[in-house]
């Protein structure tokens, strides 16, 4: 059939297992299966594959991309391990200087990537039985496309629904505070939208989880809870709330350490320290999970029934190997799994709701609808817990997630505050600079807004809601380094649709526009006309503009000597 197979068997003290290998041609990319088989067990002692990777290239890479997406050129030294924030997508690209891009991917989550540019070393690194992908291509973005095409993935159930809608990410306030402010804002139009709300808690935020319900007191009334809720639902809006089940306190109902996971030498693993309240929470076994989720949802839904939802962390932490407390052994791989049914299940109950996480890692795809956004950016000096530290010549955000998955996923945002714009001004890097919005506007993500009513929130919504209503639901054709400038971005879509972004910091005619540093330029063609929007400078003036057939908001900021003055 094509197959070039290898098996060889093993003995060791562990006992003895076969090796075993495949090798094929598939859509033009080499592939390589390689499991363990037949192999004996017992408890504490589990044979599997520790660590796989690619062996060092004939050349140097001159450019590596990879995560929600970062471009590192002429990168140092590093390992970015597999999570949400950091390496987010199960392939990798490498532009190599002799003219040739590859893409590595894998079909199981990965470890890290690891580059050592001296030792020509760049490959992600994996453990258990997995297929690796190498594709070769003319540039590592139609490379990517072929190993989106290889795994052919669907969108879960929830995605065209989610799909194009505005992100309003409430992490503060009381319940009353917050439904009149609701109110305010969809009366001024802001109704195609999805609210979530992460505090409400029954006995606090991330204490004795998994116990969430009903609404904590700390923060008004259930009554107000529930006028929240109605709020959202009699306007049309999703109302999304947060969850949590990966981290398990010792003093919740049901705990007990035959319910979490272990490490190898017999110690419970370790999860989130809450210093606030001087708790430590373990992992959950993945195999005893999903009865605290399905006995939480039913109370949830008697109570309030939630037409979206929210849970923490599963697609921002990876998944984890444990042993249980008898001995026995669960890859992570079948955590994926349990984690995978777990948003299907509760989409499913919830009659359609769908179901969103922290961050977005590529392993969930098919099964959850929707994440928010961490675009972390990349850079070199200081440590900080929310910024690739890699030293580079040069480094810039890129749509790396969306040129495969954008159709059948949802990244909302581009970051929490303090995260996108770590170490940075919030208010030239937050949420609501140009910063932020010309990399919504780059990767195609429905926007995000951090306050339930506000001026910013307002603008933000007109000016990019019907944007990228034109674009969700649809696939990245192509993106490029204009004139290879890795700060000047040309994105062209299926539909037509096209996008120029200027992030370097001099200004860029294209197009017929003048883009100043943060800058941008798109256009989505549509059947009664087209959307337009822009951040462009005009008679010396910056100005942000939209319009389609049925709206035109224009706002025309005033020069200020005060950069950091109200607009």
């Known amino acids: 059939d094509g197959r070039y197979r290898i098996r060889h068997r093993f003995e060791s003290w562990a006992g003895t297992f076969d090796l075993v290998a495949a090798t094929w041609i598939e859509k033009g990319a080499l592939r390589t299966r390689f499991s363990i088989e037949n192999a004996t067990q017992r408890p504490w002692v589990h044979i599997h594959l520790e660590d796989l990777a690619v062996g ?118 009381r319940y009353a505070d917050a439904a009149e402010a609701l109110r305010q804002a969809f009366r001024y139009g802001l109704t195609d939208s999805v609210v ?42 999703l109302f999304a709330p947060h969850d949590n089940y990966i981290d398990f306190y010792p003093d919740s109902e049901g705990f007990s350490y035959d319910n979490v996971a272990f490490t190898v030498d017999r110690q419970p693993q370790t999860a989130y320290f809450n210093r606030t309240v001087g708790a430590q929470s373990y992992h959950p076994r993945s195999d005893r999970v999903l009865p605290f989720v399905q006995r939480n949802l039913r109370m949830i839904k008697d109570g309030f029934a939630p037409d979206s939802y929210f849970i923490d962390v599963w697609s921002s932490e990876p998944p984890y190997d444990y042993y249980t407390s008898e001995g026995r052994f669960f890859d992570r791989v ?67 997630f969306d040129i495969a998955y954008h159709d059948v996923f949802v990244l909302q945002g581009a970051g929490y505050p303090g995260r996108y714009n770590s170490g940075q001004d919030s208010r030239l890097h937050g949420m609501y600079s140009d910063d932020y919005i010309t990399t ?45 400038n890795l700060h000047r971005h040309e994105i062209r879509w299926d539909n037509g649709g096209r996008g120029w972004v200027n992030r370097g910091a001099e200004d860029w005619a294209v197009a017929g526009h003048e883009l100043p540093q943060y800058g941008f330029y798109a256009r989505v063609p549509r059947g009664d006309g087209a959307i337009e929007a822009a951040i462009e400078r005009r008679e010396g003036l910056i100005v942000e503009w939209a319009k389609s057939p049925s709206m035109l908001y224009v706002n025309s900021r005033p020069v200020l000597q005060d950069p950091f003055l109200p607009l």
């Open 56 to 173: 060092p290239w004939s050349e140097r890479a001159k450019r590596i991309y990879a995560g929600e997406g970062n471009v590192l050129q002429d990168p140092k030294t590093f390992r970015l391990r597999y999570n949400g924030h950091f390496l987010s997508t199960s392939y990798v690209g490498l532009d190599f200087a002799g003219g040739v891009s590859m893409v590595q991917g894998v079909d199981v989550p990965p470890d890290h990537l690891f580059a050592d540019p001296d030792a020509r070393s760049y490959s992600l690194h994996v453990p258990h039985n997995q297929t690796v992908s190498l594709i070769p291509g003319r540039d590592v973005w139609t490379a990517a496309k072929t190993f989106r095409e290889l795994n052919a993935p669907r969108a879960a159930a929830g995605v065209k629904r989610l799909a194009g809608l505005f992100a309003i990410d409430l992490w503060r306030g």
């Open 196 to 237: 979530i709300w992460h505090r409400w808690q029954r006995w606090g935020y991330d204490v004795r989880l998994p116990d969430i319900y009903p609404p904590s007191p700390e923060w008004g009334t259930v009554e107000e809870f529930l006028d929240l809720v109605t709020t959202c639902k009699k306007n049309g809006v």
């Open 334 to 400: 079948h955590t994926r799994d349990v984690w995978r049914e777990g948003f299907a299940w509760i989409r499913d109950f919830l009659g359609g709701a769908p179901q969103i996480s922290e961050a977005g890692a590529d392993q969930y795809i098919g099964w959850l609808d929707g994440g928010a956004g961490a675009h972390m950016r990349a850079e070199g000096g200081p440590e900080r817990s929310n910024v690739w530290r890699i030293e580079t010549s040069d480094t810039e955000r890129v749509p790396w």
């Open 440 to 484: 919504e506007v780059m990767t195609g993500h429905p926007p995000m807004a951090w306050d339930a009513f506000s001026r910013d929130a307002v603008r933000k919504y007109w000016l990019l809601h019907d944007l990228m209503r034109g674009l969700s639901l649809r696939r990245m054709d192509n993106f490029a380094f204009a004139e290879g």
